[in-house]
């Protein structure tokens, strides 16, 4: 490429702007694009869209390259751990055209495809050699020529009495222009990966950095606060969510020490100690649809509440609800979640490890859910079980659970049981796992939803089935091969897994 553009006298160094400073006398100046449009023509330098399809030999990768490049931060950031945020100024030449400014309003309407959309960029600015007059700022990878605009926007420009040439103008571009993504892809390693992505709750950003970008913690957390309004505190999670009360171990990479956070999901209000109890807001949509399927006057029983975003909801659809959480942290929150959402008289609030809260509250209501007056009974029974990683070992306490005799298969409770795979057919394994536990297979009167991705190769997935009278109630005997319940039947996978 350096040869072919030697060949018409342009050296590389005048395709890619060099830094210079703003001053009046250079801040319009007109370009000389005319003079080099048969050059650039006859040459493999994509400069004008229409004229790269003329050629083969410059690869697309080139050109993207050089668009990012034009708004990429210097490069001499690269390498830094502490945040020097005047160490991101740049300079770069934009394609403008000046227009009276009383015009301004009118004219914009019709160059939105022309004008420059970048975030942070004020499209119009004054006109640094008439009072009266203003800049446009352009695409400058659309707009190079008079011949750049499309005959639409020509006629628009003919009929408000706009000179259509083109002139440049040299912007200086700071630390505020910058995207988040840009500013960490222009400071850790070449070719790693960049976070740019967390989970907000409330004021704090969280993320989960890998290994490599460790060095840079300090400098991406200041970063995510600054790019992200509202954000004013950013933590790294430090260990899997491994112990008895579901939390985890976090440092504060930037900002404010403060986890006391209030958040918003599906119309409710949550309140909680970050650092204490177990929240994760890509689980919004899944407690939705949990919510959906209740009607009115069911009863749920949320084995593993946390502060409440499946069993508040639950409460405000008049459900009755029982809810247990074995953190006293969640416990506190929980019951402060029913008050703040006005529900606290319709929800039950336990402190119980999930085991003897099957055994004790549940075991107890069911008795009396599913007793001789269960058949006059029209609504439903629910049992949430949301603690992926150790749930299904949880099932078990429903084998011989209730004395007496069976109730009818369609009053039997529903449980809707939560758990990871990293198994290449995820929705067989967690089937095939959870019908181990309970002594049954449960292919065929199962249903299994995927809920997210967690992480390469991991799947988060909700198995849901009733459990069979031969199962829940004592002296029963149970089909270990097979076993089917007529409103379950061959229940469709959600998703292709």
Same mark, same amino acid.
């Given at each position: 490429?350096?040869?072919?553009?030697?060949?018409?006298g342009f050296s590389r160094r005048f395709l890619k702007v060099e830094s210079c400073r703003i001053t009046e006398s250079a801040s319009l100046i007109l370009l000389p694009w005319a003079s080099l449009i048969q050059k650039f023509s006859r040459a493999p330098v994509i400069f004008l869209l229409d004229q790269r399809k003329r050629f083969s030999t410059m690869p697309e990768i080139e050109t993207n390259h050089r668009v990012s490049e034009l708004f990429s931060p210097p490069s001499d950031v690269r390498g830094?751990?502490?945040?020097?945020?005047?160490?991101?100024?740049?300079?770069?030449?934009?394609?403008?055209?000046?227009?009276?400014?009383?015009?301004?309003?009118?004219?914009?309407?019709?160059?939105?495809?022309?004008?420059?959309?970048?975030?942070?960029?004020?499209?119009?600015?004054?006109?640094?050699?008439?009072?009266?007059?203003?800049?446009?700022?352009?695409?400058?990878?659309?707009?190079?020529?008079v011949d750049s605009f499309e005959k639409e926007e020509l006629s628009i420009l003919k009929q408000l009495n706009v000179n259509p040439q083109i002139s440049k103008y040299n912007l200086e571009l700071t630390y505020e222009n910058f995207k988040s993504e840009e500013i960490l892809r222009a400071v850790l390693p070449e070719g790693q990966d960049v976070t740019s992505g967390f989970s907000r709750v409330g004021h704090i950003a969280h993320l989960n950095l890998r290994d490599h970008q460790l060095p840079y913690?300090?400098?991406?957390?200041?970063?995510?606060?600054?790019?992200?309004?509202?954000?004013?505190?950013?933590?790294?999670?430090?260990?899997?969510?491994?112990?008895?009360?579901?939390?985890?171990?976090?440092?504060? /990479?930037? $900002?404010?020490?403060?986890?006391?956070?209030? &958040? #918003? %999901?599906?119309?409710?209000?949550?309140?909680?100690?970050? !650092? @204490?109890?177990?929240?994760?807001?890509?689980?919004?949509?899944?407690?939705?649809?949990?919510?959906?399927?209740?009607?009115?006057?069911?009863?749920?029983?949320?084995?593993?509440?946390?502060?409440?975003?499946?069993?508040?909801?639950?409460?405000?659809?008049?459900?009755?609800?029982?809810?247990?959480?074995?953190?006293?942290?969640?416990?506190?929150?929980?019951?402060?979640?029913?008050?703040?959402?006005?529900?606290?008289?319709?929800?039950?609030?336990?402190? /119980?490890? $999930?085991?003897?809260?099957?055994?004790?509250? &549940? #075991? %107890?209501?069911?008795?009396?859910?599913?007793?001789?007056? !269960? @058949?006059?009974?029209?609504?439903?029974?629910?049992?949430?079980?949301?603690?992926?990683?150790?749930?299904?070992?949880?099932?078990?306490?429903?084998?011989?659970?209730?004395?007496?005799?069976?109730?009818?298969?369609?009053?039997?409770?529903?449980?809707?049981?939560?758990?990871?795979?990293?198994?290449?057919?995820?929705?067989?394994?967690?089937?095939?796992?959870?019908?181990?536990?309970?002594?049954?297979?449960?292919?065929?009167?199962?249903?299994?939803?995927?809920?997210?991705?967690?992480?390469?190769?991991?799947?988060?997935?909700?198995?849901?089935?009733?459990?069979?009278?031969?199962?829940?109630? @004592?002296?029963?005997?149970?089909?270990?091969?097979?076993?089917?319940?007529?409103?379950?039947?061959?229940?469709?996978?959600?998703?292709?897994?």
């Amino acid at each position: 490429m350096r040869s072919l553009l030697k060949q018409f006298g342009f050296s590389r160094r005048f395709l890619k702007v060099e830094s210079c400073r703003i001053t009046e006398s250079a801040s319009l100046i007109l370009l000389p694009w005319a003079s080099l449009i048969q050059k650039f023509s006859r040459a493999p330098v994509i400069f004008l869209l229409d004229q790269r399809k003329r050629f083969s030999t410059m690869p697309e990768i080139e050109t993207n390259h050089r668009v990012s490049e034009l708004f990429s931060p210097p490069s001499d950031v690269r390498g830094m751990t502490e945040l020097d945020r005047t160490a991101f100024k740049k300079t770069v030449t934009i394609p403008v055209l000046k227009v009276r400014k009383e015009i301004v309003n009118k004219l914009m309407r019709s160059l939105k495809r022309a004008a420059l959309q970048r975030p942070g960029i004020k499209r119009v600015i004054e006109d640094p050699e008439d009072e009266e007059g203003r800049l446009i700022m352009l695409d400058p990878y659309k707009m190079f020529t008079v011949d750049s605009f499309e005959k639409e926007e020509l006629s628009i420009l003919k009929q408000l009495n706009v000179n259509p040439q083109i002139s440049k103008y040299n912007l200086e571009l700071t630390y505020e222009n910058f995207k988040s993504e840009e500013i960490l892809r222009a400071v850790l390693p070449e070719g790693q990966d960049v976070t740019s992505g967390f989970s907000r709750v409330g004021h704090i950003a969280h993320l989960n950095l890998r290994d490599h970008q460790l060095p840079y913690k300090h400098l991406i957390g200041q970063v995510m606060i600054d790019k992200n309004p509202g954000i004013t505190s950013a933590v790294n999670k430090i260990n899997n969510i491994d112990n008895t009360y579901r939390n985890f171990q976090m440092e504060v /990479l930037s $900002g404010e020490e403060n986890m006391m956070t209030k &958040v #918003r %999901e599906n119309n409710y209000t949550y309140e909680f100690d970050f !650092s @204490k109890v177990y929240w994760n807001p890509r689980l919004s949509t899944e407690h939705s649809r949990i919510t959906e399927l209740l009607k009115p006057g069911d009863v749920l029983f949320d084995v593993f509440a946390g502060v409440g975003p499946f069993a508040i909801p639950a409460a405000k659809k008049n459900c009755t609800v029982f809810a247990n959480d074995l953190n006293p942290e969640s416990h506190k929150w929980l019951l402060h979640n029913c008050k703040l959402n006005k529900v606290d008289q319709k929800v039950k609030v336990f402190n /119980l490890d $999930g085991k003897d809260f099957l055994q004790g509250p &549940v #075991r %107890e209501e069911l008795m009396q859910q599913l007793g001789p007056l !269960s @058949k006059e009974r029209k609504h439903s029974v629910h049992i949430v079980m949301n603690l992926p990683a150790k749930a299904i070992e949880f099932i078990s306490a429903f084998k011989a659970l209730l004395d007496g005799q069976p109730c009818g298969s369609e009053l039997l409770p529903t449980v809707h049981c939560y758990s990871f795979s990293k198994d290449a057919n995820p929705a067989k394994d967690v089937q095939q796992r959870a019908g181990t536990v309970l002594g049954i297979s449960l292919e065929a009167c199962s249903s299994v939803h995927l809920v997210r991705n967690v992480a390469p190769n991991k799947e988060m997935l909700c198995i849901t089935f009733r459990i069979p009278a031969a199962i829940l109630y @004592k002296n029963q005997t149970v089909n270990r091969d097979n076993h089917e319940d007529p409103p379950l039947k061959r229940q469709r996978i959600d998703k292709d897994l």
